[in-house]
Every structure is written in structure tokens, then in C-alpha cells.
């Protein structure tokens, strides 16, 4: 079964700082990755998505991700954090076959500090 | 892009009522659509798989006797919770499937704030 880890619940960062957000997922066969955000009572929003393409994923909002797997990692960065980035996000693992669901990670919550 | 719209936003009902959510795919078809439940400051849970035409698939654990999903068209589908009780009082938020995307295409619509009171 696929799975998702992000390491950290909580992030905080002074505003113009590098955002890093980690995710490690386990799949035994290539996965398809998501990294989404969440503003307070709102549905999700995609950032970016890996598909096997290019390594280097870039998103919306100065976002990009990298797939590393050897590392079974697809970090979530960003080089000048501003306020408006604070949020929940979630990085997310599609299943495959199926129905192609979706398995989310419990979230990181992302503080911006003035 | 893909536009999920999801009514209401947020209800309020009393207890033993039932209540239905919509998701709708406002510019494209969903042959698949999913809904999830999220508690506060959690992730969200897959509660159900809906296909168009054909009963929707459960994940372990979900009623689907008290959370009724129903896919009639490839635009729509509905979760009723049924019989609602405080401990239904939750963010439920559906995703649609855009199979003309190339890839793996996922909109999630606004979420629906739940209070059974």
C-alpha cells in the first residue's frame, strides 16, 4: 500500500526566508505525486504534480518540488516565503490502479513570520 | 481550468435529520468523483469512491448506510448524511477525476462545514 510522511506538523519562517516542506512517500511502484494547500475552511488547491516527466516540478505561486527517488522524497520549496503562504499543506500520493485515489499526508501547517 | 463548485458551504441541522452536499464539475465531465472528510487541524480521510452509473466503493470503516452517495450523472454527485448525529460535525469535501486531462487531473470543490447540533 502507498503512504505519505511529512515530517514536521508545524513550520514557521520569517517572511523573504527559504520555505522547505518535506514529504516521503512509499510505493512500490512509480507513484504520481501532489503537493496541495489549504486556507482555513476552504477546499484544497493544487500547487504542483509530479508524473513521471521532469524531476523538477514547478507550481503555482514560486512553488517547486523535487522527486528525488532514491530518497523516496518529494520536498516542497520555496526561496522568499511571503505572508499570504501561510497555510496548511498537504502532499498527497496517487494510488495505482483502481480508482487512482488519492492518500494524503497528515499536513504541515505553515506560519510566516513579519 | 477545472472548476469543482460544492453546495452548501456550510450547514447547520439538528440531530436525526439528514442532510445532502453536491458536487458538481461545472466545466467538464467527472466519470469518478471522491469524498472526503477532514476533522480540525487533520488530514483529510477518503470516505468514499462514487462512479457514474454504479454504486459507489466504501473505504473500511465508513456507514454507507448513514453516508449515502449517489453518482446519477457525470456531472453530480451527492453525499447524504442520513439520520445526522454531533459526532457527524465535520468538513467534508468531494474531489472530481478530469478524465480529459492527460494526466491524473484532481479538482477538489470549496468544502462543506457540517454542525449537527
Known amino acids: 500500500a502507498q503512504s505519505v510522511t511529512q515530517l514536521g506538523s508545524h513550520v514557521s519562517v520569517s517572511e523573504g526566508a527559504l520555505v522547505l516542506l518535506r514529504c516521503n512517500y512509499s510505493s512500490s511502484v512509480p507513484p504520481y505525486l501532489f503537493w496541495y494547500v489549504q486556507y482555513p475552511n476552504q477546499g484544497l488547491q493544487l500547487l504542483l504534480k509530479y508524473t513521471s516527466a521532469a524531476t523538477l516540478v514547478k507550481g503555482i505561486n514560486g512553488f517547486e518540488a523535487e522527486f528525488k527517488k532514491s530518497e523516496t522524497s518529494f520536498h516542497l520549496t520555496k526561496p522568499s516565503a511571503h505572508m499570504s503562504d501561510a497555510a496548511e499543506y498537504f502532499c498527497?500520493?496517487?494510488?495505482?490502479?483502481?480508482?487512482?485515489?488519492?492518500?494524503f499526508g497528515a499536513g504541515t501547517r505553515l506560519a510566516v513570520h513579519p | 481550468g477545472a472548476v469543482v463548485s460544492q453546495h452548501p458551504s456550510w450547514v447547520i441541522c439538528k440531530s436525526g435529520t439528514s442532510v445532502k452536499i453536491e458536487c458538481r464539475s461545472l466545466?467538464?465531465?467527472?466519470?469518478?468523483m471522491f469524498w472526503y472528510r477532514q476533522f480540525p487541524k487533520q488530514s483529510l480521510m477518503l470516505m468514499a469512491t462514487s462512479n457514474e452509473g454504479s454504486k459507489a466503493t466504501y473505504e473500511q470503516g465508513v456507514e454507507k448506510d448513514k453516508f449515502l452517495i449517489n453518482h446519477a450523472s457525470l456531472t453530480l454527485s451527492t453525499l447524504t448524511v442520513t439520520s445526522a448525529h454531533p459526532e457527524d460535525s465535520s468538513f467534508y469535501i468531494c474531489?472530481?477525476?478530469?478524465?480529459?486531462?492527460?494526466?491524473?487531473?484532481?479538482?477538489f470543490g470549496s468544502g462543506t462545514r457540517l454542525t449537527v447540533v
Open positions: 474531489s472530481a477525476r478530469d478524465t480529459g486531462t492527460p494526466v491524473y487531473g484532481y479538482t
Open positions: 498527497a500520493v496517487s494510488e495505482s490502479g483502481g480508482y487512482n485515489k488519492l492518500i
Open positions: 466545466d467538464f465531465q467527472a466519470t469518478t
